[in-house]
Every structure is written in structure tokens, then in C-alpha cells.
């Protein structure tokens, strides 16, 4: 008895050590190629970016490049007249796409819960947009809201209306693109939505309409507290979106010429997007491009922590 | 036959010595003749240089069977660029690409090119044998940095549907002679229904129009450029007549509508009958909209009666980056395109202006062939008619950021002409500020507006 003490004791502890430390290590060692993935290809990128955006950068001979501090940054807000137009323009674009997106999607989505028949054909009619890319959207608009024989001006001079020059009008051409963005955003609000509804637990709306609630007072005391989460989630995936707008501006103002550059008519419809890519990737001024590329995703970030803070949700059902 | 063995065998022995000299000789010799290998081209996925190059490659590959000349098309010329930048940063990709003139300017100044001179010609050769342009764009170190691809001048002549033109009653011209004929025109192409204007007679909506611009600035007598003070100045009688003549199309003329398509997409849908558009056109119309004719018209000049002054400084090109690896092969199949011979083939795909001197003064191709229709063109250029304008550092902006966006916010009435020519000069000289800071030891930029040099004007 003695013997076998003296000889099977030391490994149960040491096993038992070893168990503890790898079921200690085990979340890291699951988490580090994550990490590292994370590392080079995001959190590098973003501060060599933003490296990049205090120099001159000279894409050939990156060490010549000199370093000049911020003044890419004050070139950008005090000389280049795209930038405060880019600004203007992504800010507004989000302001006005997010809670559209929001009410048409939650509208609905609060309906299809209703519908008890052909629910997965909606549901496919409305999610199809969101599967198809961009380019294709943006050419198929782009002769939709063609001005001389576009579809948008037959339906608007059958009802009466006078034609518009959707995309050749300055004042109105964001507003076009605008239009096209909330019809692809909408299937994917629709979809989470509609998901988010259809847990609810049933006991809460009954109790209020057995305690006399109307409508409108059953979604805004009881529906929309309880979906907020899911809200939340479509509000801020729809705000990233919108302010990192590029694709379906890029081609719905892209102009049949060999050195085409997008954004137009003059420089009505640029984005912050738009002008990180016109700057940096088809012009190659990498300082300019990083510099408005870092802006962005200060915005970016900013909105979304403060969407995180102030829709934080501290109870649970 | 031998006397003895002895001599039998250093008559062998010097045989084996002679053989074993001769062979690595030869050897050297076929390589500087024709080098083997490979060698991978990138151009812009624009048909009229695809099919240009395809031909130009087929021919290098009969001459020299040992190489093998892979063509990759890449994008539009605006992604094809961003390409070409971000691999020469990694210094790795094609062997030869083609790119604008003034990217040959900025990449010769980065020192990521290898020189054509002397290997593909030296640079006495190429001032004598190329047109000016090619080498006004290679202005580094007096060496050829590019050798170009045939290309009509950008601003050179205006593109009609012929079937527009005969159904409008009006006869086939090689060139307008004044700015009315060509409006007379311009009103008979136009189509109205319900006084609603639905064809245009005649479009500027297309962004290389500026050039039509600085032309139509020169032709006055005015200047745009101080070469002195390296600084643009459109605040001039000159720029306000020339950018007021194209505002009249919308507004006074009324020959074209904003709200029409631009020249490009309109000549293609049919919405567009006559354009200031470059004359490639035609070539790439044929397979993007066969069932239509077009034809070239020579423009009139700002005052008339004289050749219209016209720039070149869209010059298409091709350049060897530093980091190929097969520079022997690459000089070669420069050389092949450089000869007559290359340059026959890509204008038999792309009908434009070889080059070559020689070739456009003096080659059939022009009188009777394919080229004919730029005969007005080449007369222009024998009348000290022709331009270049640049080469500046960041042009593409300069062109389509800068100056085609202000003629836009001109034409869409969000800037008068005055406003439009101050910001066009505001902005034209910050980004040469710009530049200049990223790239100070950039040589200086010279527009020759009354003549070009004699060393290199066309006699």
C-alpha cells in the first residue's frame, strides 16, 4: 500500500496541474490563430494606414517618403473642395438611408409575421436584392433612371409628373443612388427583423391587449423594447454601410470615358469611399487617400460605440 | 588522307577545339538576335488595343519563335493605372504595360522604367524618327522612356453616326471649316419631339473634353501655362471664349441637353449623333455597336480658314518596368514593335496615328488604307498644327478631377464661366503644388504654344 502511495500520488498532481493549465491556456491557444489573423490583416493594415497618412508617401520608395506630420489631414478639411462635399455627402446619405431602411424593413417585417401563407416566397422576394452585386444593381439602375428613355420617367410622366434627370441633375443624383441603396439594404433589414419578431414571447402583447392597449401602444411599449436588440444590430450593420458608401455610387456615376472618374456630375456625389479610392487607388496619392481613410474609420467607430452605449440593453426577458 | 596517325589525330584534336570555341559563340549570337523566353504585356481592356496587341505579338511570335509573349488585358484605363502603380511598388508583374503619357513622365521620374534608348532606339534616333510628342513626354535625363502605340490625337476631330448624317440630308465632310458649319450641322443632327430635344446634333459631355479646351485657348493665341512660373492661368479672354463656345451648345444652341446621355453612351444607344470625342472610338464602336456607322470630321479651328490647332497629349504607350527579369526579350519585342512592320499590325486593328514619322508622312496606310480618314489630320500636322501639353506631374487628376468636374459644375449651372476658370486655375496650381512636394526633382514643364522646337518640328 505504502509503495504504490509513494509511487501513484506524484502523477495525479501533476497531472492534475498540467490539466488545469492547459484547460487555463486552451481559450488562447483556440483564440491566437484568430489573433493573429486579426493582427496582420486588421489591426496592421489600420496603423500602417494611418502611418502612411503622415508622410508624403511615395509608394516606389516608401522610406524616402517624408513625414509631415498632419498636414495631409489639414490639406484634406482646407484645400481639396471634394472633401467637405464627401463629408457632407456620407453624412447625409447615412442620416437619410439608415432609418428609412429601418421603418420600411420593421413595417414589413411586422407584416409578414402576420402572413401565414407563401411567408418563404416573401421572404426570398424581398432578401433577393441583397443577393445580387452591386454592379449588376448599379447598370440596371443606371438605364432605370435614364432620363430619355428610362422606366423612372415613363411611370413619372404617365401620372403626370415631368421627367427628371436622375443622374445628370447634381442636387439629385446622390438621392437616386440613395433610393437604389435602401431598395438592395431593405431584404437583409427584412430578414433579421422578421427573425427577431417571431421570438417574442406571445404573453407579453396579450397581457396588453387584455389590459386594453392599442396598437400603437403595444409596439411602442412592448414590440420595439423587446426587439431592440435586433434593431440595434440592423441599425448599426446599416450605418457602417452606408458610411463606407462606394460600390453603387462607384458605378451609377461612373461616365463611359477612358479616364473615367466617378463622383459626378462634377463632383456632386462623392463620398468618403469614393474619394479614399479616387485618391489612393486610381490616382496614387496613398498620404491623401490614408488620411481620409483614417477619418472615416474614426467615424465609423465613433458611431458605433456610441450606438453600442446608448441603446445598451440592461435587462433581459 | 592523313600521312601518319599522329597527324590524323591533331587534326582532330584542333577540330574538337574549333568546334568547342564555335559553339558558345554562336550561341551568344543567336541570343543577341533573338532572345528566348518569355514575356507577359499588359494593356487596358479596351478592344482597340487588345486586338492591336494580339496582332503585334502573333507577328513578334513568327519572327522570334523561341519567345513566348503572354497579352493579360486588365481593366479600364483608371484600374488598369492602380495596378500598374501598386506593382511597381512591389516590383513585380508584366514586363511591358501600356499607360498615358504622363505616367511614362511620373514613373521615368521615380526611376521605375528601363530606358528605350539606346537599345530600342537611341535618342537622336527617336527625336528624328518619332513624333514630338513622344518625346516631349520623356523629358528625364534625355533618354526615350516609352515607345508609343498608334493613337489619334484625343482633341483632333469630332465622331458622327453616318446614318444620322445622310438621313439629315447633310454630305460626308473630311473637316469643318469654320465653328458655324460645324453648328449648322450640329442643328440639322439635332432631333426634337415636342420641342424636346431627344437626339443631340451635337455633345461635349465627355471627360477628356478638356483638351478640347486648352486647343480651342491656343487657337486664339492664348496661353494657359506659364512656363516661367510653372503656374496654369485660365483667367484669360482666350479660356472664357473657348469654355463659353462649349456652354453655348447647352444653352444658347441648344444642340445637346445635359439630361441626355454622355457622348459615349449616347453615340452607342443612338442618342448622340454628333460628338467631340476621340476618334478610337470608332474602332471600339465597331464591336460595341456593330449595327452602327460612324465617321471622323476633322474640327474647325477657334477662328477658322486655317488647320485646327490640336494636342496629343493623351499619347498612349508601352515602357519596360526596372524589375523585369527578361530585359534582352523585352528590348526585343520593343524593337518589333518600334519597326514599321509592328506598327502596321496594331493599326490594323486600332487606325490611329503610328509614331512613327515615317510611317504617317509617307506610308500608303494614310493615303489609301485603313488611315485615310486622318488625311485633314496629317495635313494639320504639316502645317505646325500640332501640340503637346504637359507632361504634369499627377495629370490624370489635373485632367479629369480637376478640370473636367469644373466644366461639369459649369455646364450645370452651379459656377459661372468666370467662377468655373478661377477654381479650374485655383485648383490646377495647388495640385502642382502638391506634386511637386512628392516629387521635387521633377523637370520642369515646358508648353510650346506658338511652335514646337526646331529639332523637333515636322517638316
Partial sequence: MSIQNTISQPFPVRSRIRRRTFRNAFPYIVITPMLVWCLVFVIYPVAYSVWVSLHQWIASAPAQSPFVGIQNYIDLVTTDRRFPTAFRNTLVYTLVVTPIVLVIGFGIASLMVRVSRLTRYYMFAFFLPSLVPASIIGVVFGLFYQPTFGLANFLLTRVGFAPLNFMKDPDLALWTVATVEVWQRLGFAVLILYAGLLTLPHVYTEAARMDGANRLQILRFITLPLTRRVLIFVTVVTIIAALQAFDLIYIMTTSGGTGSSPGGPGISTYTLGLLVYNEGLIRGKYGPASATATILFVIVFGATILQLRFFRQTWEY | ?459
Fill in chain 2, 1 to 459: 588522307m592523313f600521312k601518319s596517325r599522329r597527324s590524323a589525330i591533331v587534326s582532330l584534336f584542333m577540330l574538337v577545339c574549333a568546334a568547342l570555341l564555335a559553339v558558345p559563340q554562336s550561341q551568344t549570337i543567336r541570343a543577341q538576335a533573338a532572345p528566348a523566353g518569355s514575356l507577359t504585356v499588359w494593356c487596358v481592356g479596351f478592344d482597340p488595343h487588345v486586338n492591336g496587341w494580339k496582332k503585334v505579338i502573333e507577328g513578334y511570335a513568327k519572327k522570334n519563335p523561341a519567345a513566348k509573349v503572354t497579352l493579360e488585358p486588365q481593366g479600364g484605363q483608371a484600374d488598369m493605372l492602380a495596378k500598374y502603380k501598386a506593382s511597381l511598388a512591389a516590383g513585380n508583374g508584366a514586363d511591358i504595360f501600356t499607360t498615358p503619357g504622363w505616367d511614362v513622365y511620373e514613373f521615368s521620374i521615380a526611376g521605375q522604367l528601363l530606358p528605350l534608348s539606346p537599345q530600342v532606339m537611341t535618342y537622336d534616333d527617336a527625336k528624328k524618327n518619332l513624333f514630338p510628342e513622344y518625346i516631349l513626354q520623356s523629358q528625364v535625363d534625355n533618354q526615350l522612356w516609352a515607345m508609343g502605340i498608334p493613337d489619334p490625337p484625343g482633341d483632333s476631330g469630332i465622331i458622327v453616326n453616318l446614318d444620322a448624317l445622310a438621313a439629315a440630308g447633310l454630305k460626308k465632310i473630311d473637316k469643318f471649316d469654320t465653328r458655324q458649319q460645324l453648328l449648322d450641322y450640329a442643328k440639322k443632327l439635332s432631333v426634337l419631339d415636342n420641342n424636346k430635344l431627344v437626339k443631340a446634333g451635337l455633345s461635349f459631355q465627355e471627360n477628356n473634353g478638356g483638351t478640347y479646351l486648352l486647343s480651342y485657348i491656343i487657337d486664339q493665341g492664348g496661353k494657359f501655362w506659364d512656363n516661367d512660373k510653372q503656374e496654369f492661368n485660365f483667367n484669360t479672354p482666350e479660356a472664357k471664349n473657348a469654355l463659353q463656345f462649349f456652354l453655348d451648345l447647352y444653352e444658347k444652341d441648344k444642340v445637346d441637353a445635359i439630361g441626355l446621355p454622355n457622348a459615349i453612351d449616347g453615340m452607342l444607344q443612338g442618342t448622340v449623333n454628333m460628338a467631340f470625342l476621340w476618334p478610337e472610338f470608332m474602332p471600339f464602336a465597331s464591336g460595341a455597336a456593330p449595327d452602327k456607322k460612324y465617321g471622323f470630321i476633322m474640327k474647325p479651328s477657334y477662328n477658322g480658314n486655317t488647320p485646327a490647332i490640336f494636342g496629343h497629349a493623351d499619347t498612349w504607350n508601352a515602357v519596360i518596368p526596372k524589375y523585369t527579369t527578361n530585359a534582352p526579350l523585352a528590348y526585343d519585342f520593343m524593337r518589333y514593335l518600334a519597326s514599321e512592320e509592328g506598327q502596321l499590325l496594331f493599326l490594323d486593328a486600332n487606325p490611329g496615328l503610328s509614331p512613327l514619322r515615317s510611317l504617317v508622312l509617307g506610308n500608303d496606310y494614310y493615303k489609301t488604307g485603313k488611315g485615310a480618314y486622318l488625311a485633314p489630320v496629317i495635313d494639320a500636322i504639316r502645317a505646325g498644327r500640332l501640340r503637346y501639353y504637359g507632361p504634369w506631374l499627377d495629370g490624370s487628376s489635373i485632367q479629369y478631377d480637376i478640370m473636367w468636374t469644373t466644366i461639369e459644375d459649369v455646364m450645370n449651372k452651379r459656377l459661372t464661366v468666370d467662377a468655373g476658370l478661377s477654381q479650374l486655375t485655383k485648383l490646377s496650381n495647388e495640385q502642382i503644388v502638391q506634386s511637386r512636394k512628392r516629387l521635387p526633382n521633377a523637370p520642369k514643364t515646358t508648353i510650346y504654344f506658338d511652335a514646337l522646337p526646331a529639332d523637333l518640328a515636322i517638316k
